[in-house]
Protein backbone atom coordinates (compact mmCIF):
# COMPACT_ATOMS: atom_id res chain seq x y z
CA UNK A 1 0.00 0.00 0.00
CA UNK A 2 0.89 3.50 -0.71
CA UNK A 3 -0.47 5.45 2.25
CA UNK A 4 -2.33 7.89 0.05
CA UNK A 5 -5.67 7.11 0.57
CA UNK A 6 -9.09 9.12 -1.35
CA UNK A 7 -12.02 9.43 -0.60
CA UNK A 8 -15.23 8.54 -1.97
CA UNK A 9 -14.30 5.33 -3.24
CA UNK A 10 -17.33 5.76 -6.13
CA UNK A 11 -19.90 8.54 -6.51
CA UNK A 12 -22.57 9.16 -8.70
CA UNK A 13 -23.69 12.75 -10.00
CA UNK A 14 -25.82 13.91 -12.05
CA UNK A 15 -24.92 16.71 -15.27
CA UNK A 16 -24.53 20.76 -14.32
CA UNK A 17 -23.79 19.41 -10.39
CA UNK A 18 -20.52 20.04 -8.11
CA UNK A 19 -18.33 17.57 -6.75
CA UNK A 20 -15.60 17.71 -4.57
CA UNK A 21 -13.03 14.65 -4.10
CA UNK A 22 -10.59 13.81 -1.04
CA UNK A 23 -7.06 12.67 -0.58
CA UNK A 24 -4.85 12.46 2.18
CA UNK A 25 -1.17 12.26 1.30
CA UNK A 26 1.66 10.21 2.85
CA UNK A 27 2.78 12.29 6.15
CA UNK A 28 5.34 14.73 5.31
CA UNK A 29 4.86 14.82 1.59
CA UNK A 30 5.01 18.10 0.72
CA UNK A 31 3.65 17.94 -3.49
CA UNK A 32 0.06 16.13 -4.05
CA UNK A 33 -0.89 15.77 -8.14
CA UNK A 34 -4.30 15.01 -9.49
CA UNK A 35 -5.40 12.86 -12.64
CA UNK A 36 -8.46 12.31 -14.28
CA UNK A 37 -7.91 8.29 -16.14
CA UNK A 38 -10.78 7.82 -18.96
CA UNK A 39 -12.07 4.26 -19.41
CA UNK A 40 -9.04 2.75 -20.98
CA UNK A 41 -6.82 5.44 -21.19
CA UNK A 42 -3.56 6.49 -19.50
CA UNK A 43 -3.98 9.25 -16.78
CA UNK A 44 -4.16 12.77 -17.60
CA UNK A 45 -2.35 15.34 -15.05
CA UNK A 46 -4.78 18.14 -14.17
CA UNK A 47 -2.47 20.25 -11.64
CA UNK A 48 -0.15 19.81 -8.53
CA UNK A 49 0.19 21.41 -5.28
CA UNK A 50 3.53 22.18 -3.17
CA UNK A 51 3.07 23.26 0.17
CA UNK A 52 -0.31 24.69 -0.87
CA UNK A 53 0.55 26.43 -3.44
CA UNK A 54 -0.70 24.90 -7.46
CA UNK A 55 2.48 24.75 -8.58
CA UNK A 56 1.43 23.03 -12.45
CA UNK A 57 -1.59 22.78 -14.45
CA UNK A 58 -2.60 20.69 -17.45
CA UNK A 59 -4.70 21.08 -19.92
CA UNK A 60 -8.13 21.30 -17.72
CA UNK A 61 -11.33 24.14 -17.60
CA UNK A 62 -10.88 26.56 -14.84
CA UNK A 63 -14.21 24.45 -13.47
CA UNK A 64 -11.51 22.08 -11.94
CA UNK A 65 -10.18 23.32 -9.55
CA UNK A 66 -7.88 22.02 -6.25
CA UNK A 67 -7.05 23.07 -2.59
CA UNK A 68 -4.00 21.37 -0.18
CA UNK A 69 -4.11 21.94 3.32
CA UNK A 70 -1.37 21.63 5.79
CA UNK A 71 -2.46 18.50 7.43
CA UNK A 72 -1.48 16.28 4.04
CA UNK A 73 -4.65 16.33 2.82
CA UNK A 74 -6.14 17.96 -0.50
CA UNK A 75 -8.88 18.47 -2.45
CA UNK A 76 -10.33 18.45 -6.11
CA UNK A 77 -13.25 20.15 -6.94
CA UNK A 78 -15.44 20.07 -10.52
CA UNK A 79 -18.43 22.59 -11.14
CA UNK A 80 -20.76 22.33 -13.74
CA UNK A 81 -19.90 18.67 -14.78
CA UNK A 82 -20.24 17.32 -17.79
CA UNK A 83 -20.87 13.69 -18.60
CA UNK A 84 -17.59 13.48 -20.02
CA UNK A 85 -15.65 14.36 -16.99
CA UNK A 86 -16.84 10.81 -16.04
CA UNK A 87 -13.64 9.16 -14.87
CA UNK A 88 -11.21 7.55 -12.15
CA UNK A 89 -9.55 10.55 -10.50
CA UNK A 90 -6.03 9.55 -8.63
CA UNK A 91 -3.79 12.19 -6.48
CA UNK A 92 -0.29 11.29 -6.29
CA UNK A 93 1.98 12.22 -3.37
CA UNK A 94 5.53 12.81 -3.10
CA UNK A 95 8.44 14.02 -0.97
CA UNK A 96 9.60 16.98 -2.71
CA UNK A 97 8.53 19.58 -4.71
CA UNK A 98 7.75 17.18 -7.83
CA UNK A 99 10.72 17.21 -9.94
CA UNK A 100 11.82 14.18 -12.01
CA UNK A 101 12.92 12.02 -9.65
CA UNK A 102 10.71 12.30 -6.95
CA UNK A 103 8.98 9.64 -7.06
CA UNK A 104 4.71 9.75 -7.11
CA UNK A 105 2.66 7.55 -4.90
CA UNK A 106 -0.78 6.80 -6.20
CA UNK A 107 -3.76 6.71 -4.24
CA UNK A 108 -6.39 4.17 -5.70
CA UNK A 109 -9.00 6.36 -6.99
CA UNK A 110 -12.30 8.09 -7.18
CA UNK A 111 -14.85 6.36 -9.94
CA UNK A 112 -16.96 9.60 -10.49
CA UNK A 113 -19.98 8.64 -12.91
CA UNK A 114 -21.91 11.65 -14.19
CA UNK A 115 -25.40 10.95 -15.65
CA UNK B 1 -3.01 15.57 -28.48
CA UNK B 2 -1.21 12.35 -28.04
CA UNK B 3 1.84 13.42 -26.47
CA UNK B 4 3.42 9.80 -25.51
CA UNK B 5 2.64 6.88 -28.00
CA UNK B 6 2.28 3.05 -26.93
CA UNK B 7 1.70 -0.08 -28.03
CA UNK B 8 0.36 -2.69 -28.02
CA UNK B 9 -2.77 -1.96 -26.86
CA UNK B 10 -3.16 -5.14 -25.29
CA UNK B 11 -0.41 -8.15 -25.10
CA UNK B 12 -0.82 -11.71 -24.52
CA UNK B 13 2.91 -14.24 -23.00
CA UNK B 14 2.90 -17.72 -22.41
CA UNK B 15 4.75 -17.84 -18.70
CA UNK B 16 8.52 -17.48 -19.07
CA UNK B 17 8.25 -15.32 -21.99
CA UNK B 18 9.22 -12.44 -22.86
CA UNK B 19 6.98 -9.03 -22.82
CA UNK B 20 7.62 -6.24 -24.73
CA UNK B 21 6.20 -2.56 -24.69
CA UNK B 22 6.86 0.27 -26.99
CA UNK B 23 6.77 3.80 -26.85
CA UNK B 24 7.29 6.84 -28.51
CA UNK B 25 7.29 10.64 -28.16
CA UNK B 26 7.64 13.81 -29.71
CA UNK B 27 8.41 16.01 -26.89
CA UNK B 28 12.43 17.17 -27.04
CA UNK B 29 11.28 18.76 -23.60
CA UNK B 30 10.88 15.45 -21.99
CA UNK B 31 13.60 14.02 -19.94
CA UNK B 32 12.66 11.57 -17.76
CA UNK B 33 10.69 8.53 -18.54
CA UNK B 34 8.96 6.18 -15.87
CA UNK B 35 7.01 3.16 -16.36
CA UNK B 36 3.79 2.50 -14.28
CA UNK B 37 2.24 -0.62 -13.33
CA UNK B 38 -1.72 -0.38 -12.56
CA UNK B 39 -3.28 -3.87 -10.69
CA UNK B 40 -7.51 -3.39 -11.07
CA UNK B 41 -8.96 -1.11 -8.42
CA UNK B 42 -5.29 0.00 -7.56
CA UNK B 43 -3.07 3.60 -8.44
CA UNK B 44 -0.92 3.10 -10.35
CA UNK B 45 3.09 2.10 -9.13
CA UNK B 46 5.95 2.96 -10.06
CA UNK B 47 8.01 0.33 -11.88
CA UNK B 48 11.26 1.86 -13.01
CA UNK B 49 12.64 4.60 -14.31
CA UNK B 50 15.11 5.59 -17.28
CA UNK B 51 16.83 9.44 -18.07
CA UNK B 52 17.26 9.69 -21.54
CA UNK B 53 21.52 10.13 -21.38
CA UNK B 54 21.31 6.33 -20.37
CA UNK B 55 20.69 3.86 -22.97
CA UNK B 56 19.25 0.73 -20.97
CA UNK B 57 18.70 -0.03 -17.20
CA UNK B 58 17.65 -3.38 -15.67
CA UNK B 59 15.98 -4.03 -12.50
CA UNK B 60 15.30 -7.58 -11.58
CA UNK B 61 13.59 -9.35 -14.50
CA UNK B 62 12.66 -5.31 -15.71
CA UNK B 63 14.35 -3.69 -18.39
CA UNK B 64 14.08 -0.17 -20.23
CA UNK B 65 15.95 0.43 -23.19
CA UNK B 66 15.83 3.91 -24.69
CA UNK B 67 16.85 5.43 -27.98
CA UNK B 68 16.81 9.25 -27.74
CA UNK B 69 17.89 10.01 -31.82
CA UNK B 70 14.50 7.42 -32.61
CA UNK B 71 12.81 9.13 -29.80
CA UNK B 72 11.48 6.17 -28.85
CA UNK B 73 11.56 3.94 -25.71
CA UNK B 74 10.85 0.04 -24.18
CA UNK B 75 10.36 -2.12 -21.34
CA UNK B 76 11.10 -5.94 -21.21
CA UNK B 77 9.85 -8.01 -18.92
CA UNK B 78 12.00 -11.25 -18.71
CA UNK B 79 10.49 -14.66 -17.28
CA UNK B 80 7.09 -13.13 -17.37
CA UNK B 81 4.98 -14.12 -14.86
CA UNK B 82 1.35 -14.69 -14.17
CA UNK B 83 1.54 -12.31 -11.42
CA UNK B 84 2.87 -9.51 -13.37
CA UNK B 85 -0.65 -9.52 -15.66
CA UNK B 86 -1.72 -5.84 -15.20
CA UNK B 87 -1.44 -2.40 -17.43
CA UNK B 88 1.57 -1.30 -18.22
CA UNK B 89 1.98 2.91 -18.55
CA UNK B 90 4.94 4.55 -19.94
CA UNK B 91 5.07 7.94 -19.21
CA UNK B 92 7.73 11.35 -20.06
CA UNK B 93 7.97 13.86 -17.34
CA UNK B 94 8.86 17.33 -18.45
CA UNK B 95 10.06 20.12 -16.25
CA UNK B 96 10.15 22.83 -18.00
CA UNK B 97 7.53 25.20 -16.84
CA UNK B 98 5.42 22.81 -14.82
CA UNK B 99 6.03 19.64 -13.80
CA UNK B 100 3.96 16.95 -14.99
CA UNK B 101 3.55 13.51 -16.09
CA UNK B 102 2.45 12.68 -19.86
CA UNK B 103 0.72 9.05 -19.84
CA UNK B 104 0.78 6.70 -22.60
CA UNK B 105 -2.80 4.90 -22.89
CA UNK B 106 -1.58 1.78 -21.82
CA UNK B 107 -0.72 -2.13 -22.62
CA UNK B 108 -2.72 -4.63 -21.01
CA UNK B 109 -0.24 -7.48 -20.23
CA UNK B 110 -1.98 -10.79 -19.67
CA UNK B 111 0.45 -13.57 -18.86
CA UNK B 112 -1.10 -16.99 -19.35
CA UNK B 113 0.16 -20.51 -17.66
Known amino acids: ETGVTQSPTHLIKTRGQQVTLRCSSQ?????VSWYQQALGQGPQFIFQ???????GRGNFPPRFSGLQFPNYSSELNVNALELDDSALYLC??????????????FGPGTRLTVL | QQQVKQSPQSLIVQKGGISIINCAYE??????FPWYQQFPGKGPALLIA?????SEKKEGRFTISFNKSAKQFSLHIMDSQPGDSATYFC????????????FGKGTKLSVIP
Open chain 1, 92 to 105: ASSLGAGGQTDTQY
Open chain 1, 27 to 31: SGHNT
Open chain 1, 49 to 55: YYREEEN
Open chain 2, 27 to 32: NTAFDY
Open chain 2, 50 to 54: IRPDV
Open chain 2, 91 to 102: AAFSGAGSYQLT
